[in-house]
């Protein structure tokens, strides 16, 4: 049972933090009827974190194109003719200015993304390794996404200061193999489980709008809820049709779509970071502001994510003071993430929590 309480410096009890979600509970909170789907999901948001907050995050891609993969929706693999072509890995220099731009700009979190199937162990790994520790020195939160990762590898990039690895589980198990052959959905786990193992923070999150169905999500949203650590960081991302990608076809995802996984994932997640990510090109202030309302409280920013485009940092700035809404400062909680402390699941009420005016 909620009480109604907004006020983000007055928080009533938190939510219990829960790895043990049925299936027929996720899908029945994911086909609650929107507005009251909204609201359910906008208390649990202001239980458990300063809604007034969003963190900022700029992500660069550090390798771009002539991926190995075959991700359908993907603009660097090497198997599709697009307008991506493949490039070397940025100087760490390089990466160390558009850094500072990024903190410049407000961001507190900098992402840095490499197409590529996996980590090798070789001269690339280690200027990546150089890089995180550049970065990290200018006082900002690093992320990279750089493939599958062996436990030897996210031990190298922990030691080097990596807050945070993103490995977007990106659709349901079943679903999988419809979007990507050339690995498999346990391979994605293997990878979480070695990023958490490490001691990282994990990001991972979905690509909706690839033409999956409501079940699917549901599916998708079960298994990361069910993580024995959830994701520190939970990106939902809509579909950005690329011309030459065997989804180019793909129409653009309602934006009900997009409020109804923010929500859910907020209800199942209450302290992740729920992330607005591709596709926000395509919204207006109002249906980012619903997406605000549902929980969600991160940005990518700047002009590019990775190849696809992106509002402006002054428009992100923009929305963000006609919202009364103020970026989170960097490092704000972060140890609650790593694997050595995970939260004890309590066993709790299962029944979807009803709002009550107090
Ligand atoms: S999504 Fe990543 S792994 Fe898949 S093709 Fe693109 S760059 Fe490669």
Not at 296 to 322: I, R, V, W, Y
Request: aromatic letters at 6%; hydrophobic letters at 35%; glycine letters at 6%.
């Amino acid at each position: 049972m909620f009480s109604f309480e907004n006020h983000s410096t007055n928080k009533p009890k938190m939510t219990a933090i829960r790895n043990d979600w049925t299936r027929e509970e996720v899908q029945k909170i994911y086909h609650t009827p929107l507005m009251d789907l909204i609201h359910q999901a906008s208390l649990v948001h202001r239980q458990n974190n300063d809604a007034t907050e969003i963190q900022m995050c700029t992500l660069l891609s550090v390798k771009t194109g002539g991926c190995s993969e075959d991700c359908n929706y993907c603009s660097q693999s090497a198997r599709y003719s697009t307008e991506v072509k493949s490039e070397k890995l940025l100087e760490v220099q390089e990466t160390l200015e558009t850094a500072k731009k990024a903190k410049e700009a407000g961001s507190t979190r900098f992402c840095m993304g490499a197409a590529w199937s996996g980590v090798k162990d070789n001269a690339d790994f280690d200027r990546i390794l150089e890089m995180v520790r550049s970065v990290r020195s200018l006082g900002l939160e690093v992320c990279c996404t750089l493939g599958m990762l062996s436990p030897e590898q996210a031990k190298r990039l922990c030691e080097a200061g990596l807050s945070a690895y993103n490995h977007n589980l990106d659709t349901s198990e079943e679903f999988y193999p419809n979007i990507v052959t050339t690995r498999t959905y346990q391979d994605r786990l293997d990878t979480i489980n070695n990023v958490q193992a490490a001691g990282i923070s994990l990001c991972s999150g979905s690509i909706i709008g690839m033409g999956e169905s409501h079940d699917v999500r549901i599916d998708f949203l079960h298994t990361l809820a069910t993580l024995q650590l959830h994701p520190e960081s939970v990106p939902i991302n809509s579909l950005v049709a690329i011309e030459g990608t065997p989804l180019e076809q793909q129409t653009r995802v309602p934006i009900e779509d997009v409020v109804r996984m923010v929500a859910t994932a907020r209800i199942l997640m209450p302290k992740s970071i729920v992330r607005l990510s591709a596709g926000r090109t395509e919204m207006g202030l109002a249906e980012q502001a619903l997406c605000f309302m549902a929980g969600a409280n991160s940005l990518f920013t700047g002009d590019k994510l990775l190849t696809t485009p992106n509002p402006e940092f002054s428009d992100d700035h923009q929305m963000m003071n006609t919202l009364g809404l103020t970026p989170r400062q960097a490092f704000k909680e972060d140890s609650q993430w790593k694997s050595e402390t995970v939260p004890v699941q309590p066993k709790v009420d299962t029944r979807i929590p009803e709002p009550s005016m107090a």
